[in-house]
Structure formats: structure tokens, C-alpha cells
């Protein structure tokens, strides 16, 4: 996992997002001025023995991006984390810094894309650029049995992973929605959430009772609860 998070943390593939990132990192939100932006690709982050194994779409600009670490110092993972923590996945119910002293149980973290995209909306080359990154950490979390995509972009990214493989022969046999369930041909099963951004908590679109039932059905799979 050491080698992995070295391999993402310098990966200089995608010319567009790394400009961006350093930039944001650079000019910074007025809220963040006196910070060092991490301004980096973003590891994956949680416990090497997940059983469950949560994909985002991409790093916030002033989160992850900010942080060096997934779901870190935004409004996603204020939404996020008091859940997982409520359920025993997460030792604290909040996510402000690399260095807090957050961990998780059985449950790994990470993104279909490593770099914050501009207006959050990676290219589909960027996508296919950080795949082997996915891959690679999949191969690595030989412990998942379930699989959680927050939102489109990352499910249609996970099945791209599955396709390349040859787990699977088609994407369009899984159809995302929120909640949504398969069983995977090598066992794993596959489910769907809307992403916690603000843009879906805000509007009421994605609640929290909505969230923790895809983490209960997910912990239940995986033989946690």
C-alpha cells in the first residue's frame, strides 16, 4: 500500500488536472489562506483489510485537494463521516486533516480519479489515465466483498474496471440508481448511492437515512453487522 500511495501521490499523467490542482493549491480559498494545500493526486485511505471498499468521483477542490486525503475538510465528508462513525466504521465523526487521528474499520476509501477536476468533471482520457491506479488498489484490497459507488461517475468507472478485467462483458447490464444492487460474477456486490455532495444533501435529493441503509445492506453483505 506504501508503494501504491507513493505511485498516485506523484503521478503527473493528466496535464490539465495537475495545472489545476497546483493552481488551486496556489491561489487557495480565503477561508484556507494560511494553509499548504496538498495540491497532489490523492491516496486511497482505511484499513489495508477492508471488507468494504467506497469509491468517489474525484477530490475536492478544497477538500481532498486541501487535505491529501478523501472526503477530508469538505461538506461531503461532514455529511459522510458521522455516519460511518455511527455504524462503527469510522473512530470519530468528523474528517479535518491527514493528521487526526481518524481511522477505519474494515472499510477503505478512494476515487475513480485521483486530481480535482475542473467544475468537477473529469475527461473521459483523465478517467482512463488513473484507472490503473483503481486497479491496482483492487488488486491490493484482496479482503472487499462489497463495493459502494457514490454517484455515476464512479460506478461507470468501477465497471470500466470490471470490463477491462473481463469480470463483467457489458456496463449496461448494471443500471446505477441509488440503492442499487448486483451481485458481481467473482462474488462482489455491487451497490449504488447518490454522491454526499451539497449539491444532493442540500436539495434533500440524498438524506441520511437514505445513506446509512446503503452502509447497513453494505456492512450485512460483508459479514459486519
Known amino acids: 500500500m506504501q508503494e501504491l500511495h507513493q505511485a498516485i501521490a506523484t503521478c503527473e499523467r493528466c496535464t490539465r488536472l495537475r495545472e489545476y490542482c497546483r493552481g488551486i493549491g496556489e491561489t487557495r480559498r480565503k477561508a484556507y489562506r494560511d494553509e499548504v494545500y496538498w495540491a497532489r493526486p ?11 471498499h467506497v469509491m468517489g468521483l474525484a477530490p475536492g477542490a478544497h477538500g481532498a485537494n486541501r487535505t491529501g486525503r478523501p472526503f477530508t475538510g469538505d461538506g461531503s465528508g461532514d455529511f459522510m463521516y458521522p455516519v460511518l462513525h455511527e455504524l462503527g466504521l469510522a473512530t470519530k465523526p468528523k474528517a479535518i486533516a491527514r493528521d487526526d487521528g481518524l481511522r477505519l474499520r474494515k472499510l477503505w476509501i478512494s476515487s475513480v480519479v485521483r486530481c480535482a477536476p475542473p467544475g468537477d468533471k473529469p475527461k473521459p482520457d483523465e478517467i482512463r489515465n488513473c484507472s490503473r491506479h483503481l486497479t491496482a488498489e483492487i488488486d491490493a484490497l484482496s479482503g472487499v466483498r462489497v463495493v459502494v459507488c457514490l454517484g455515476k461517475i464512479a460506478w461507470d468507472g468501477y465497471l470500466a474496471h470490471l470490463v477491462a478485467n473481463g469480470v463483467i462483458e457489458r456496463r449496461s447490464a448494471y443500471v446505477f440508481a441509488h440503492a442499487a444492487e448486483y451481485t458481481l460474477p467473482n462474488g462482489i456486490t455491487l451497490l449504488g448511492s447518490y454522491h454526499p455532495s451539497l449539491r444532493n444533501t442540500n436539495t434533500g435529493r440524498l438524506n441520511r437515512v437514505m445513506f ?7 456492512m450485512e453483505i460483508a459479514g459486519l453487522a
Do not use: E, L, T
Open 42 to 52: 490523492v491516496p486511497g485511505f482505511g484499513d489495508p483489510n477492508a471488507r468494504i
Open 212 to 218: 446509512m441503509r446503503v452502509f447497513v445492506k453494505a
